[in-house]
């Protein structure tokens, strides 16, 4: 358990025994147009004890410098009086090596991060002396809801992902009836049935699409119905070819002289020797997921279904991993030209294997899109909801220790005990805690050793 503070003293209606200074800079990365906090969020903060610090220009043209002073925080010009006094910075993107030279031993960084696929940016913040919490690492618990940056973006990004893949396009989404005769609505198909993928299906639905979804987690399926989605399932093939051998059963000889009688059980089935409707899986226990043999089946059912698309929505991604491929070669060439693949998986790797990173592929009339930081493209609300997850972790990891109602003893307590605190600290104390950004920095390590030998 670790505990930091800053002492301060001040005359107010709330005694301020120990308070912890937040900071938040200015985002310098390109194309990033969030903020790690705005001014409705620095207001709880302030009534809760915090002190805020904030660099000039950090909300851009949405929250501006003299909202924050209004919400409490302190203003100051550059980064560097916010890495200096902080105790806790919050970050929307991963910071650079000039951010991480200005920041001071004992901080405590929150950010998106994504440990395992910048295994020597955390190695550097670790020498640095820095607490690192990565967003990514959020568990997926309903305790850690409220903190889960990664699903509030998530939704974000599967919005955005359907409004492109709506406006490239060259033809409407919807049905719709003209002087000139009647459109047909759009095919689209969602791969990945997470936040995002449940976003774009309903907005794709409300565009009036016809919508189609797959995931290879059996409890999505329902998810993806109840937004107005088919989901492609080769067990519901199989269950149409089979209900033709279905007949109603009819009983005859002395059974039915029986049921003319008034004895009416006897005018049902003899179960060892027929199998009645909708109860023909009742003895056989239920999979937590589905088998190998019917996730090939469902890839084949897949490979034919996709040729029948306009727009293919793929959302699948792994915190800390390389996306999967979900959409070779060749299922791209089968799809009609004109057709659009959006590609939310991009700057993991792309869930497409034609995807490249923030441009517009065309491979024989079929547009692969491949965009990239979408939340930054909504900033005002991808920066409300991260505020209130930012405040929700912040207040998970500090803890007021005053004895007195009418006082503020704020300290940061890290309690490694806690799950949510062990499972997104992955840096601390000049270690490496997360055990896959250990495992990519060895093996980062290990590569650039290989090819030292071969240049020798």
């Not at 007195?404 to 992955?426: G, V």
């Given at each position: 358990m670790v505990t930091v503070g800053a002492w301060k003293r001040e005359a107010t209606s709330d005694a301020i025994i120990c308070r912890v200074k937040v900071g938040i800079p200015r985002e310098i990365n390109e194309g990033e147009r969030r903020v790690g906090l705005v001014p409705e969020t620095v207001a709880r903060l302030v009534k809760d004890g915090f002190e805020v610090i904030v660099e000039s220009g950090a909300g851009r043209d949405y929250n501006l410098d003299e909202n924050y002073e209004e919400a409490g925080a302190r203003v100051v010009d550059g980064a560097e009086g916010v890495y200096g006094e902080s105790d806790i910075v919050?970050?929307?993107?991963?910071?650079?090596?000039?951010?991480?030279?200005?920041?001071?031993?004992?901080?405590?960084?929150?950010?998106?991060?994504?440990?395992?696929?910048?295994?020597?940016?955390?190695?550097?913040?670790a020498e640095a002396g820095v607490t690192v919490f990565s967003n990514e690492a959020i568990p997926r618990t309903s305790v850690a809801q409220s903190m889960d940056a990664l699903s509030s973006m998530g939704s974000i990004s599967g919005y955005k992902c359907a409004l492109i893949g709506a406006d490239t396009l060259g033809k409407y989404v919807p049905m719709l009836s003209t002087a000139a005769g009647t459109t047909k609505a759009a095919n689209i198909l969602v791969l990945g049935v997470a936040v995002a993928g449940l976003q774009a299906i309903a907005i794709m639905?409300?565009?009036?699409?016809?919508?189609?979804?797959?995931?290879?987690?059996?409890?999505?399926?329902?998810?993806?119905?109840?937004?107005?989605?088919?989901?492609?399932?080769?067990?519901?093939?199989?269950?149409?070819?089979?209900?033709?051998?279905?007949?109603?059963?009819?009983?005859?000889?002395w059974r039915a002289l029986m049921v003319k009688l008034g004895f009416y059980s006897f005018g049902e089935p003899p179960r060892d020797r027929y199998i009645v409707e909708g109860e023909e899986g009742d003895e056989e226990e239920e999979e937590e997921g589905w088998s190998k043999e019917k996730l090939e089946e469902d890839q084949k059912l897949l490979r034919e279904r996709i040729k029948e698309m306009d727009i293919v929505i793929t959302t699948a991604l792994v915190p800390g991993r390389q996306a999967p491929k979900l959409v070779d070669r060749e299922m791209v060439e089968s799809l009609k030209p004109g057709s659009v693949?959006?590609?939310?998986?991009?700057?993991?790797?792309?869930?497409?294997?034609?995807?490249?990173?923030?441009?517009?592929?065309?491979?024989?009339?079929?547009?692969?899109?491949?965009?990239?930081?979408?939340?930054?493209?909504?900033?005002?609300?991808?920066?409300?909801?991260?505020?209130?997850?930012?405040?929700?972790?912040?207040?998970?990891?500090?803890?007021?220790?005053?004895?007195?109602?009418?006082?503020?003893?704020?300290?940061?307590?890290?309690?490694?005990?806690?799950?949510?605190?062990?499972?997104?600290?992955?840096?601390?104390?000049?270690?490496?805690?997360?055990?896959?950004?250990?495992?990519?920095?060895?093996q980062e390590e290990d590569e650039a050793q290989e090819a030292s030998e071969e240049r020798r």
């Open positions: 919050v970050k929307v993107a991963r910071p650079t090596g000039d951010e991480i030279g200005q920041m001071r031993e004992g901080l405590a960084l929150v950010c998106f991060l994504n440990g395992p696929q910048n295994p020597e940016l955390v190695k550097k913040l639905n409300r565009l009036g699409g016809e919508v189609f979804a797959y995931d290879i987690r059996p409890e999505t399926k329902e998810q993806a119905q109840s937004l107005g989605a088919t989901f492609i399932d080769s067990d519901d093939e199989k269950e149409e070819e089979e209900e033709d051998q279905f007949e109603e059963y009819k009983p005859t000889g693949i959006v590609d939310l998986a991009a700057e993991s790797g792309g869930n497409c294997e034609l995807t490249e990173p923030g441009e517009t592929v065309e491979h024989e009339g079929v547009r692969i899109l491949g965009p990239v930081n979408l939340p930054s493209s909504m900033p005002i609300h991808a920066s409300q909801l991260l505020s209130r997850n930012m405040y929700n972790l912040i207040s998970h990891i500090t803890e007021d220790r005053a004895e007195e109602k009418d006082e503020k003893d704020l300290h940061l307590n890290l309690d490694f005990e806690d799950e949510i605190i062990d499972s997104t600290c992955i840096a601390h104390e000049g270690e490496i805690r997360d055990e896959s950004t250990r495992e990519a920095l060895s």
